[in-house]
């Protein structure tokens, strides 16, 4: 028996069954590798869900948070405030893509800063009302889960959720919906179930993560930033998968050269350490009323420098243009191997920088889910030792989220693996039709 499988006799015995994992018990990683309790080594294209960003156990953060935990590890910044959460406040507050002074709070987790985005946008407008799109993933709170357009896992059992939240449709090109059809679908949602200006705030991911990938097109950004303008909606970004780098520029909607009023971030942000912010214009943040916003924990000293050393690292490696290159490099081989005969099960190749997917169809006819076959290919990887994540709505898209400091031979061994695993996965396709 192996200690991995000891250990998951354990689990099943101790963890609460919703807590969904994979097979694989960690022991160590450094930047883009993990070792298993059994020693098995795994290439890690996962990065702990788009969190290491900067890799495992990148030196400059290690030894800011070492630093640090010398010094005190936590206060609670409302009993007792400290200078890191200053700095990175600072920090945030000049990147942030606003286009003016901005605000900065933290907290710990990325449904945290939603909530806490939210929470703002309602105090600065006096409403309700937000709308999230279909396919979005914005936690798994109540709140988080009630702006979530996707129902398994997140929703299912767990309702009801709180009010005043409504869905519009998110564009989706591969599946035929156009930003015309998204932007038509949000003119009925105001004509059909609520009035415009009851609305508080747009939020919106510019890349949907768990929602398998999709790109908002620039068109929709704008027209959604117009939208907001014309009815006094506040537009939250949702950076917290695609910020931080990860698409080849700091922030996602950067790339829409759209400037939104209020932004979460959380994952990539702290490498590893758990810290979310909510950064946007100062008119808006600052109308939350004093001990409004905050909690016990939030900014932990730790995590705090941990996040003040990422973005040291994002500035001082070049990360941006790192991700754009890793996007190019995996963008490249997927395309070719799409181009193979025999692999019509891989639908579309698409992405941003380096946050690359790709959908797994039936044929590219029909353009029908086959999850049987992203199953196949994740546990074909597995057992190669390459850790893949899969996502979208119909669970049939697999994405690629190595650490943007992933060593150029470690990809290249990486994509050869997913190469060798996608051949495995389509090819028991073809033997079983009922795949
Ligand atoms: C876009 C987006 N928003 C919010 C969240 C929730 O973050 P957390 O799991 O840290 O609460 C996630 C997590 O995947 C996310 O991708």
Redesign the pocket.
């Given at each position: 028996m192996t200690v991995s499988s000891l250990l998951h006799s354990r689990q099943r015995a101790a963890v609460a069954g919703g807590v969904g994992t994979r097979t694989i018990f960690a022991q160590q990683a450094l930047n883009a590798e993990l070792w298993d309790v059994d020693g098995k080594r795994f290439i890690d294209f996962a990065a702990g869900?788009a969190v290491n960003n900067t890799g495992h156990r990148n030196p400059v953060v290690m030894s800011a948070v070492a630093e640090q935990a010398e010094r005190f590890t936590h206060t609670c910044f409302h009993v007792a405030p400290y200078e890191g959460y200053v700095k990175l406040a600072e920090r945030l507050n000049a990147l942030a893509p606003t286009g003016t002074e901005n605000r900065t709070m933290l907290v710990t987790?990325?449904?945290e800063a939603?909530e806490n985005a939210v929470k703002i946008a309602r105090a600065y407008t006096g409403r309700a009302g937000i709308v999230a799109f279909s396919g979005a993933?914005?936690?798994?709170t109540m709140l988080?889960m009630a702006l979530t357009g996707k129902v398994m896992p997140y929703k299912k059992n767990f309702g009801p959720f709180p009010a005043d939240i409504y869905h519009a449709p998110f564009p989706n090109s591969y599946l035929g919906i156009s930003t015309e059809d998204a932007i038509a679908g949000l003119e009925r949602l105001f004509s059909a179930d609520v009035d415009p200006e009851r609305i508080a705030a747009f939020i919106v991911?510019p890349v949907q993560?768990?929602g398998g990938f999709n790109v908002a097109p620039k068109e929709f950004l704008v027209c959604l930033r117009e939208i907001a303008n014309r009815h006094g909606i506040v537009l939250i970004a949702?950076e917290?998968?695609a910020g931080m780098a990860r698409t080849g520029k700091m922030f996602g909607f950067e790339h829409a050269a759209v400037m939104p009023d209020l932004v979460t971030m959380?994952k990539g942000l702290a490498g590893g350490f758990p810290l979310s912010a909510v950064t946007g214009k100062a008119e808006i943040m600052n109308s939350a009323h004093p001990g409004g916003l905050g909690g016990t924990y939030a900014g932990n000293p730790l995590s705090v420098a941990a996040a003040n050393a990422v973005l040291d690292v994002i500035e001082s490696d070049k990360l941006c243009d790192r991700a754009a290159e890793v996007g190019r490099r995996i963008t490249e081989r997927l395309n070719a191997i799409a181009s193979r005969q025999g692999m019509e099960n891989i639908g579309e190749v698409r992405g941003l920088g380096a946050m690359v997917a790709f959908e797994l169809v039936k044929d590219r006819q029909s353009k029908a889910a086959a999850p049987q076959i992203m199953n196949r290919i994740v546990a074909e990887a597995e057992e190669r030792g390459l850790i893949l994540l899969s996502c979208g709505t119909r669970l049939n898209v697999i994405r690629l989220l190595p650490p943007l400091t992933i060593e150029w031979e470690i990809l290249e061994e990486g994509l050869d693996i997913l190469e060798a695993s996608i051949e495995a996965g389509c090819s028991s396709s073809t033997a079983s039709p009922a795949a």
């Open positions: 869900i987790t990325g449904a939603v993933f914005h936690g798994r988080g991911e993560g768990e949702d917290v998968q959380a």
